[in-house]
């Protein structure tokens, strides 16, 4: 038997629980001397960008009585979580009638002059809520960048993702 409804506070809770899982997940990342980036000091900008940031639309979330774990909410998003020693994961996640999936990311980042980039990048992915994960896969294009700008508005800060037309809000956690 299944209970399920909005609430928001339960989906924050399941996309922190799959944050946390894949900070664990990245700990094993190194730039080749066996310390990944973290004997580098962040720019001004670098800080200003750690932590989870978050675009989501979503409601619900499932909880079921017989495991006892909520599975994951109705909707979309994607939630990026930028550690100070040098790595990231993201999570992005798709859920509906006409598909199930959920993809775990995991690289190195740095920022210079309003571009992200994401090095050493890995996924792994999900279609049936979470059950069952692929193995961790290097991405064909295992670098990528990202334009974007800080800001802050009604909801919060936020950084824009600038590579989309009209740009993509990810608002601090």
Known sequence: MTKSGFNLRKVATII??????????????????????????????????VGDWGMVNASGGVYDIKTGQYLFPQGYGIVYYFVKDGTFNQILFNNSSISKYAQFSKGLWSASNGTVSMTKREYQSSSDDGKTWTKWTPYPEPNATMKYRHGTDEKGAYFEDMDYEGGVKFYKW
């Open 16 to 49: 922190a629980c799959l944050v946390v899982t894949t900070i664990f997940a990245s700990c094993d990342q190194t730039n080749g001397d066996g310390n990944g980036e973290r004997g580098r000091t962040l720019t001004a900008d670098e800080q200003k960008l």
